[in-house]
């Protein structure tokens, strides 16, 4: 398996996060903040659609069961 063109790919992802933030103008320690709230950002937000989208799909599923005349 070649790792290279998966390694090349990354980096393509990387600097396109790069263009598209404007994150490449900034100075090391700005860019080291700038990426740590930007994954903290994410993390939250991962962490949430995990804990609470199975609860509302539940909760609409029994919802729509009911209207429906599901058991």
């Known amino acids: 398996m070649d790792i290279k063109p998966v390694k090349d790919y990354f980096y393509w992802l990387y600097y396109q996060y790069l ?4 994150s490449y103008v900034l100075e090391p320690w700005e860019q080291s903040m700038f ?5 903290t950002v994410f993390a939250m937000v ?4 995990y804990v609470f989208i199975p609860i509302h799909v539940r909760l609409a599923f029994e919802f729509f069961s ?3 005349g599901g058991h």
């Open 19 to 22: 263009l598209i933030t404007c």
């Open 35 to 39: 990426h740590t709230v930007t994954v």
């Open 66 to 68: 009911q209207i429906f």
């Open 46 to 49: 991962v962490y949430t659609a």
